[in-house]
């Protein structure tokens, strides 16, 4: 099944009446075709309705989100991994609900929170150190600068201005803005403050007929970094580096930041609004097409997902119905399946390597499979498989099921089918009148498809004697590991 990950906006437009929602809702309706996962983000969208309507204002919005997520819903786990869970949208809200109004009630100020150490953590708290910003501004760096550096204004806010400050004071004046940042301007006037000492070409920088990495490289070296990549690097703090999920998240604050297609802070929409965008990027990297009517987030994941190498299709909504309409194939007999298969591998391959022709399906043969390998020295020889990411969840056992459903309505009754669905190993073959030899098979957690134009039965022989030699390799491999973890 094809993964697509809808943004919020996408979302609650779909079943609108202008042509284009119309048209993608009579897409997305396609139930053995598409899995549409729900997330956190989604969550956090519908909650800031909550907070105005309350339970019976978005009481529609949580049944169009299960109505076609299916309760399938994406969590980042406090391992800080993504993972796929079964969990029906109003549980999941009314969770989500009870967790904010706890967190919201854990509410503290610096000196209560140090009133039972006091007597150990006050001098510490009120020891005096130099203030480095006024040391900065003294410096010969900053008195070449024809202007007093406007960061130096939000870092006034952090240290303050006087001659010197306290461990206690930056703690404090960090809570402060830690707290506003959401809500208020702030995070604007730091951001343009930053551009324009860096003098950020921003023109050029979303301009489609430059390469905007030149520009982002140009902004790092002003900072003493080699280019744009080692910056990030350098700025990720606390868990940023701990998932590929935040590792997203926070390259997607540093283009803003640095100007590329930059959020527009309004009192409509705050800093809040924008990190549950970039959420949403974060979600749609483990799915295949991610659908988003924004422009800015949408070249902002584009860029994000290059730069990072995954492989998701971002189209708006319009692009969307375009590439369904001009992409997806409606296979109906085994003879269509065949040739269509045998077709791709007579297009020009994307990549040649060890012997092997790798071909991009933009298709994804039987609604999953998107690369379609083959010999150099044997073009009747089709493996296919789909291009994943390292973010990407694994495989459901629904996704399975339904290609198997697939291959049974085109090629009829297989002629074996080893093991069930939901084992560490599953296999599945057909045979056609033209000994043309489907192989499906479930291994080491990946879908494979095997296709062979074989000239003799013997060669089905092999394959069968071959499917039953991994199927005992893989449950001996499996029996191992679990014996292991018994003993520990």
């Known amino acids: 099944m094809i993964r697509i990950y809808l943004d919020w906006n996408v979302f609650s437009r779909l079943g609108s009446k202008d042509e284009t929602h119309k048209r993608l809702t009579e897409i997305l309706s396609d139930e053995t075709k598409f899995l549409i996962p729900y997330s956190e983000a989604h969550l956090i969208d519908i909650y800031r309705s909550y907070k105005k309507v309350g339970n019976d204002g978005i009481s529609g919005h949580l049944d169009k989100l299960q109505q076609y997520s299916k309760s399938l819903f994406i969590t980042d786990t406090i391992k800080h991994q993504l993972e796929f869970q079964n969990l029906a949208t109003r549980e999941a809200m009314q969770q989500y609900i009870e967790a904010y109004n706890d967190h919201q009630d854990f509410n503290f100020d610096l000196a209560e929170l140090i009133k039972p150490f006091e007597s150990l953590l006050e001098p510490l708290l009120n020891f005096q150190i130099p203030n480095p910003l006024l040391s900065f501004q003294e410096s010969e760096d900053n008195k070449t600068c024809n202007n007093k550096l406007r960061t130096t204004k939000d870092a006034q806010k952090l240290l303050g201005d006087e001659e010197t400050t306290s461990f206690g004071q930056i703690m404090e004046n960090l809570l402060k ?46 900072l003493k970094k080699e280019n744009f990549m080692e910056l990030h690097q350098s700025l990720l703090i606390g868990n940023d580096d701990k998932s590929l999920f935040n590792r997203i ?97 007579t297009n020009k391959p994307i990549l040649i390597k060890n012997g092997l022709q790798f071909h991009y399906v933009f298709s994804y043969v039987l609604d999953y499979f998107n690369i379609i390998t ?94 039953k030699e991994m199927a005992c390799l893989v449950t001996r491999k499996f029996k191992e590991k679990y014996s292991k973890r018994r003993t520990i």
């Not at 030149?214 to 902004?219: F, G, H, P």
């Not at 295949?288 to 998701?312: G, P, Q, R």
């Not at 309505?409 to 033209?434: H, K, Q, R, V």
Request: charged share 25%; hydrophobic share 40%.
């Open 249 to 345: 998240i926070a390259l997607c604050r540093h283009l803003d930041f640095n100007g590329f297609f930059a959020d527009n802070i309004t009192p409509e929409h705050h800093l809040d609004n924008v990190e549950t965008d970039y959420k949403h990027i974060g979600y749609a990297s483990t799915c295949d097409i991610f659908i988003i009517s924004d422009k800015k987030t949408k070249e902002k994941a584009i860029m994000a997902f290059d730069m990072l190498n995954i492989k998701v299709e971002v189209l708006s909504p319009q692009e969307f119905v375009a590439f369904s309409d001009n992409n997806f194939v409606k296979i109906e007999n085994k003879k269509q399946l065949i040739d269509y298969l045998f077709w791709v591998t």
């Open 374 to 467: 083959t010999p150099i020295e044997n073009p009747k020889q089709l493996v296919l498989r789909k291009f994943s990411t390292s973010n990407n969840i694994g495989v459901l056992i629904r996704e399975i099921t339904e290609i198997r459903n697939k291959l049974l309505n085109l090629l009829g009754n297989p002629i074996i089918e080893y093991g069930n669905i939901g084992d560490e190993f599953y296999a599945i073959s057909w045979m056609t009148e033209d000994l043309v030899l489907f192989d499906f098979k479930y291994i080491e957690a990946s879908l494979i498809l095997d296709v062979q134009q074989c000239r003799k039965m013997k060669r089905l022989e092999r394959i069968l004697k071959t499917t």
């Open 177 to 222: 803005m830690s707290s506003t940042i959401l809500q208020d301007n702030s995070y604007s006037e730091m951001r343009d403050n930053f551009q324009k000492d860096l003098k950020v070409n921003t023109g050029r920088l979303n301009n489609k007929r430059f390469d905007p990495m030149e520009t982002l490289d140009e902004n790092a070296q002003k």
